[in-house]
């Protein structure tokens, strides 16, 4: 072969081992489509919007919010984990859909744990314990005499199957023995609108979702769910104080990546929702939300996410909820 073809074929040789790196060090090159497995209005959807505008300056790229409500976040989950995994494709998921849910559901479809990676935790929030204005109570205790006195004959919303406020209505429902009808929305404002219009008894709300009410004269706060009293609420008792120390409940939010996302991709993504969970504008406009921001990194994530299952199982088992037994 001729010193010239040599150096062509070297030169091919280099052009092809070098263009993949090439191509992800370019990354994002285009839009990136953030699924959210619940409707708009939620504390999910709330905190999307915010991450968007904070990927956005920090990658460059646009950032399509993409509400998928359905099939209690499954259509949400089943579309970003069979999305190829370049990046492109993220969920912002909580601790309902990828720790409850797989926990409570012995047929649940997915193995959340090898079909996802971690990518950042965003934010955590508190939930409340709301009752139509209608329901002749004004105190933890009042309720659950009530509820002792009427099995069968209340209801409960929440955001969906398998979410914090189903798990959290069970157990009220098995404390009291009321058989306490469940009720599951779209998402958590249409639980919320559904009591304030006198049609639903009891709700456990996000805080996010609730916390414009918190004056209204259409409902009833009884309690937040939080270890200790929110600073927004200073004068609301939690459920631990009322004598419920197992009821201590909270949520968070994180994205989370397909498998196989490359190592450098999920670096870049983690990087820069690190520094939004830094950026002071963009804290107080999840604050403003009634979430409190975070923006770890993947790693750190990953062991969060490890925790929470534990936690949860331990809580499961203790209580004995299940889906489809």
């Not at 929305?185 to 609730?210: C, E």
């Not at 009293?229 to 989370?256: I, Y």
Request: hydrophobic residues 40%; glycine residues 8%; aromatic residues 6%.
């Amino acid at each position: 072969m001729s010193p010239s073809r040599i150096l062509i074929a070297l030169l091919s040789f280099v052009c092809f081992a070098v263009s993949p790196a090439s191509a992800q060090n370019t990354f994002p090159s285009k839009p990136i489509t953030m699924l959210v497995p619940f409707g708009a209005g939620g504390a999910l959807d709330l905190i999307a919007r915010v991450l968007a505008d904070g990927l956005r300056n920090e990658l460059g790229q646009t950032i399509v919010v993409d509400n998928k409500p359905g099939a209690n976040g499954l259509l949400a989950m089943r579309l970003a984990a069979s999305a190829a995994p370049d990046g492109y494709t993220i969920i912002l998921s909580s601790e309902s859909n990828h720790i409850l849910l797989p926990l409570l559901d012995k047929k649940f479809p997915m193995d959340v744990t090898k079909e996802f990676v971690p990518v950042s935790l965003s934010g955590q929030f508190q939930h409340t314990l709301i009752v139509k204005k209608e329901l002749p109570v004004s105190s933890v205790k009042e309720l659950m005499e009530y509820l002792r006195a009427n099995p069968g004959k209340l209801s409960f919303g929440s955001s969906g199957v398998g979410t914090q406020a189903h798990i959290a209505g069970e157990y009220l429902s098995l404390l009291t023995q009321s058989k306490m009808v469940h009720v599951p929305y779209r998402s958590s404002p249409a639980a919320l609108n559904d009591l304030l219009a006198g049609n639903l008894d009891i709700n456990f709300q996000s805080m996010p979702a609730v916390r414009s009410y918190v004056d209204s004269p259409r409902l009833k706060m009884l309690a937040v769910l939080s270890s200790e009293r929110l600073k927004e609420l200073p004068e609301m008792p939690t459920m631990a104080e009322t004598g419920f120390p197992d009821f201590v409940l909270s949520s968070w939010m994180g994205l989370f990546g397909p498998a196989g996302l490359p190592s450098d991709i999920r670096q870049r993504l983690s990087e820069a929702l690190v520094n939004i969970g830094k950026n002071p504008e963009l804290q107080a406009r999840i604050r403003g939300a009634g979430i409190e921001p975070v923006g770890s990194d993947a790693g750190t994530y990953t062991r969060f996410v490890e925790a929470e299952g534990k936690k949860w199982k331990t809580f499961i088992d203790r209580t004995g909820i299940t889906l489809n037994p």
